[in-house]
């Protein structure tokens, strides 16, 4: 089976994640932060994997640590999980409708981290979650993950429902790209590998 686990203690915070990309039986998301829990749930869900993150971070000050460095450790693990990338598909993307929102997202696994993210939000605070922690999320996921990661609002009103179409999106397009293809000889690139 594909799967790992880290854990990384920091002077801010103490993180633990594990996933398992071939067994999406146990999704067990604590981090502190009620609105995060939630998106996370949504992106293992989604991305029909298995996913258990433990978070304790100063939340006393805001959320911003919690957030990013959880996005850190799952990016690792997610990398570590994939392996040698033999015979993954490596590209992934989906239109998920919330509402009146239609989020979309495209990644590709390629050892290179790139993000695309520019939106801004209405709401800034949802819970003891600040809505420009999005970005840094999928910013530490996509550099420590080695994935390339386009995410855009197409249209939408409602804060909560754009962010979570995005981590739908994410999920659905993580999905895609890991599955493996028997089609596939080796990893799929013509360089004949994916670092």
């Not at 993210?117 to 999320?137: C, R």
């Amino acid at each position: 089976m594909r799967q790992a686990s880290k854990q990384r203690k920091t002077n801010e915070t103490t993180i633990e994640v594990s996933c398992n990309l071939d067994d999406s039986t146990e999704v067990n998301i604590k981090t502190g932060v009620g609105f995060f829990d939630h998106m996370l749930e949504l992106f293992a869900r989604h991305g029909r994997i298995g996913l258990t993150v433990r978070a304790q971070g100063d939340l006393h000050i805001d959320s911003h640590h919690t957030v990013e460095d959880v996005g850190i450790v799952l990016g690792q693990v997610l990398k570590e999980a994939l392996g040698n990338k033999q015979q993954i598909n490596r590209y992934g993307h989906a239109y998920v409708p919330m509402d009146e929102t239609l989020g979309f997202v495209a990644i590709d696994i390629s050892g290179r981290p790139y993000l695309v993210f520019n939106e801004t939000f209405s709401n800034q605070q949802l819970g003891n979650f600040d809505a420009e922690l999005v970005k840094e999320f999928l910013q530490a996921f996509a550099f420590q993950s080695g994935i390339t990661l386009h995410a855009k609002i197409i249209h939408g009103e409602n804060t909560h429902h754009k962010i979570e179409a995005i981590f739908k999106a994410l999920g659905r397009s993580l999905a895609d790209a890991v599955s493996i293809n028997p089609a596939i000889k080796g990893v799929n690139s013509t360089k004949g590998l994916i670092e």
